[in-house]
């Protein structure tokens, strides 16, 4: 089952800009966890924010979570050609279970 | 270096045929989990195993199968009642608690 839904599906920006992603889950979570992939690589982590969380960061990240609305945003600030990736949210709905549920992924491109 | 290892990085399925997917993880992980990722899409969860001799099925599972006879290693068989097996399949432990997942870099499965 896919919970999360991430909006847009595609991005593109010019070098400098920000990229914001968004993510929209179903049913209440222990956790949010945002993922990223270079092509035809695995997976790699950003960043966790649990439930009782409002905002997180690290270096150029910065995610929020409102667990009201259902939703995550990732914002990428002064992005890079680097940056260029997927990036996926996916919820953790069980403390414990570390059972991850993702959604289908923003294909960010970054135009030197 | 700990990380996990994903082997072949390419593999090719015959009509009828068992091929075997390779995760060793040198993490000291006790969960371990195989997803399925179809192009421009998300990841879909296969299997997963929690502990040692223990597994369950994701959401899926129709046509795989695995096993979890030592804690470093966690095997995919995909099996010939799997009628579409062509995608990228990924493997991925992790601590317990809210930790998140580490992934090996993949194993793209094709149809002769």
């Known amino acids: 089952s896919q919970q999360g839904e991430e909006d847009p599906q595609a991005l593109s920006i010019q070098e400098g800009e920000n990229a914001t992603m968004n993510c929209s889950y179903k049913?209440?979570?222990?956790?949010l966890q945002w993922y990223r992939q270079n092509s035809g690589r695995g997976l790699v982590h950003l960043i966790l924010i649990r439930s009782n969380e409002r905002e997180k960061h690290s270096g150029r990240l910065r995610v929020t979570l409102d667990t009201s609305k259902k939703s995550s945003s990732l914002l990428i600030t002064a992005s890079r050609a680097a940056d260029t990736a997927s990036y996926f949210c996916a919820t953790d709905a069980v403390q414990g279970a570390q059972k991850l549920v993702f959604g289908q992924g923003t294909r960010l491109t970054i135009n030197p | 270096d700990g990380g996990i290892t994903q082997s072949p990085k390419y593999l090719f399925r015959k009509e009828g045929q068992n091929v075997t997917l390779s995760c060793e993880q040198n993490l000291n992980h006790d969960a371990m989990y195989w997803y399925r990722q179809d192009p421009g899409q998300g990841l879909r969860l296969i299997y997963y195993?929690?502990?040692?001799?223990?597994?369950q099925k994701g959401d899926i599972a129709e046509g795989y199968s695995v096993s979890r006879e030592k804690k470093e290693s966690f095997p995919l068989t995909v099996t010939s009642a799997q009628k579409n097996p062509t995608a990228f399949y990924l493997c991925a432990s992790t601590g317990w608690g809210d930790q998140p997942q580490h992934f090996g870099d993949g194993t793209r499965l094709s149809i002769l």
């Open positions: 049913t209440s979570i222990n956790n």
């Open positions: 195993s929690q502990i040692v001799n223990d597994f």
